[in-house]
């Protein structure tokens, strides 16, 4: 059984989740409408794989007995200047979040909830991907920002992310 300060955290955590994917979302819709259809489409699965982690925390809290709660999403950002200034924007949010599962993981261990830290230890791994992915792409738009091929050739590149594939619920 969950305490309810970390359903609460939980319920939280899945909100951010739910938040995360709308911004990717809006981050396709730009891509599509400044016609970088590579970058819509790697916007595209990451906003899949956001619904996958979502997902985790839905099912996790439910297998431990607790109730979730689903809150308003906060209406994300629909403009940007570059495909760098997107990505930049995904590389903080990522950090954002990689705090808050950091911080999830002090409440669970301060609470010796020994099943919710194991739980938490996929999206310790999960982050350090997300954040290192989106660093990557950053450091190579930053070398062809001023060039329209480099940038069309990235885009290229980009529309070659597979699209993401869930392994289990919550016990990945
Ligand atoms: Fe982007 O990792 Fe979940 O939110």
Redesign the pocket.
Known sequence: MLSQQLEEALNKQLN??LH?AYIYQSMAAYFESTDFEGMALWMDHQTQ??MI?ARKFYDYINERGGRVRLTGIEAPKVDWDSPLSVYQDALEH?RY?TKSIYELVDLAQGERDHMTNAFLQWFIT??AE?EATASAVISKLERVKNSPDGTFMMDRELAKRPAPVATSSAAV
């Open positions: 951010k989740e995360s794989e956001e982690h990522e979040i999960e982050q997300e």
